[in-house]
């Protein structure tokens, strides 16, 4: 009998572990209001939402309909009914970006607004529970009853069904403010953590702990000491610990909570960080690759931005290793653009390049492919163009449809600025006249709320600025040589249908490159230096400096 049983318990493992698809990662998150979302998703929030990203519900759901510890697209909310957008949201959909097409990010979500970090430790709970005030604090009362009052509890049943499903990677935190500055926090998360692992057979060395910070002192936050207090100080504590920064990120002015925006930028950041862990632990790997692939074999970017990419090496059981700073990277044209650790970067303002990409393996086995990259100033791609720069808005890169919350702003915007001065003409098209009242604007600020040039379209198809002379709403002129923002704002009502925009100087056709590049009639000089600072002999395709300038020579 005892033979038997062994047998039985023998065969149930091997189809546990055969069920178990590597594939799948799953993420855990706890925490309070933050982590449980507290700004209303807005339409891009709800739209486009990968399929392969999923989320567990910890609780059961009316509206939408969801069963406790099934898996659904993710879709907010992600915590319980009711609750708004969180960093979860677009920590997932960055990893479904960024990560190869056969990975599937899962995340289950339990956090409770308002909880001290005892909520989540299994032996103080209920004493704190009962320590709450049924008159004044009856909402957190009732939060805690939708977890059974053990959300823990709660976090680690659905983790366990989760595993047989996938495999958990990491683990996400954003607690703190009623704990603020409290100096045993750290080490309280750090036993809620050690035991997560201990209760679900995970390693530190494979489970990081990434820890987001409250909203910062420069957005005026009213909990920003903890974050120097006690959140720098969890690496201290937990050995694969990110703290994930709060800089920058909007709140909606309690001093408590972040926008929707807010949200959004943390989020990726959150990812960002998971990302650069995934990548180190790939770094020791031994195997013989077949293949590489990048995360993303088409980038367009705006003049002077970056985007993060990975580069995935396969094994001849298919399995997937990140490898991108481990590989080299030659782009066909440098004055384009470059790489800089994980992140590629554009150099140029205007073109096209290839980047090749050579790993080399263990065994000596060089596998390549190739990354195309464009710099374009106005492109009309989903990644491209951000819909919701102000208010909330939609893109669709394949319609080229815009729409935008009444007055909102989509468009582009220039970290280091664009000099448009050279040039006479804006030409807008639209593919259809638009009743939504579409407006262009023109920036020297990267903040929507700031003065900016308008042109009203009406319902015209097209649009051609003349640039000289423009006029702010505030009644200045508009610097041509610092332009940081250009876009459409629009009354709300319908969407606006994109055709093309660039710079003319005849009002007709468009002029590809921008900032100094200038056409070249009789040098003044005999001396010639390529975009390195190279001297060549003699003006050579492309991009070449003269007499301190840029001279474009196609």
Not at 86 to 104: H, M, Q, S, V
Not at 147 to 161: C, H, T, V
């Amino acid at each position: 009998m005892k033979r038997l049983t062994s047998v039985l318990v023998l065969m149930m493992l091997c189809m546990t572990s055969f069920a178990q698809d590597p594939n799948f990662h799953v993420y855990l998150a706890f925490g309070q209001s933050n982590m449980e979302g507290n700004a209303t998703p807005e339409a891009q929030d709800k739209a486009n939402v990968p399929a392969r990203f999923k989320m567990m519900a910890a609780v059961n759901f009316s509206n939408p309909a969801r069963t406790k510890g099934k898996w659904y697209t993710a879709v907010p909310p992600l915590c319980r009914e009711g609750t708004g957008l969180t960093p979860c949201d677009y920590f997932g959909r960055t990893l479904c970006e960024k990560l190869p097409e056969n990975i599937t990010v899962g995340i289950i979500n339990v956090a409770i607004g308002g909880t001290k970090i005892e909520g989540f430790m299994q032996d103080k709970v209920a004493s704190y529970i009962a320590s709450m005030n049924p008159s004044s604090e009856s909402w957190l009362i009732n939060y805690f009853k939708a977890y059974d009052n053990d959300p823990y509890k709660r976090l680690i049943d659905m983790a366990k069904i989760a595993q047989k499903d996938g495999v958990i990677k990491g683990i996400l935190l954003h607690q703190g403010c009623s704990n603020n500055m409290q100096a045993d926090w750290p080490e309280k998360v750090k036993t809620i953590y050690n035991r997560m692992l201990n209760d679900l057979g995970l390693s530190a060395d494979e489970v990081p702990l990434l820890v987001g910070e409250l909203v910062g002192e420069a957005e005026k936050g009213s909990c920003s000491g903890h974050n120097s207090a006690c959140i720098a100080k969890m690496p201290n504590y937990v050995k694969n610990c990110y703290i994930i920064s709060s800089k920058g990120c909007p709140q909606r002015g309690d001093g408590l909570h972040f926008t929707a925006e807010g949200y959004r930028i943390i989020g990726r950041r959150y990812a960002e960080a998971m990302l650069d862990f995934l990548e180190k632990s790939d770094e020791n790997a031994q195997f013989d690759a077949v293949s590489i692939a990048p995360s993303l074999n088409e980038m367009v970017l705006t003049p002077g931005s970056n985007s993060i990419f990975a580069i995935y090496a396969k094994d001849a059981n298919g399995k997937q290793y990140n490898v991108t700073r481990k590989c080299t990277f030659e782009p066909e044209d440098p004055s384009v653009a470059v790489v800089n650790g994980i992140q590629m970067v554009a150099k140029g303002t205007d073109g096209e390049t290839t980047v090749h990409v050579t790993y080399t393996d263990q065994s000596g086995n060089v596998v390549t492919t190739d990354i195309k990259v464009a710099i374009s100033l106005f492109p009309l791609t989903e990644n491209g163009f951000d819909p919701s720069i102000s208010g909330s808005g939609t893109y669709n890169g394949n319609t080229k449809a815009l729409t935008t919350t009444k007055d909102g702003f989509g468009g582009w915007k220039y970290t280091n600025s664009i000099d448009i001065s050279s040039y006479k003409y804006l030409v807008v098209r639209l593919r259809l006249p638009s009743s939504a009242k579409p407006t262009v604007r023109i920036y020297n600020t990267t903040d929507a709320a700031g003065d900016y040039y308008e042109y009203a379209m009406q319902r015209n198809k097209e649009a051609v600025i003349e640039l000289s002379d423009l006029k702010t709403k505030g009644g200045k002129t508009l610097n041509l040589k610092k332009v940081q923002m250009i876009g459409f704002s629009t009354s709300g009502t319908a969407s606006v249908y994109l055709s093309e925009i660039f710079f003319s100087n005849d009002g007709v056709t468009p002029i590809t490159g921008i900032e100094d590049i200038v056409k070249m009639n009789e040098p003044k000089t005999n001396r010639f230096y390529n975009l390195n600072g190279q001297r060549v002999n003699g003006l050579q395709r492309g991009i070449n400096i003269v007499d301190g300038q840029k001279i474009m020579v196609k």
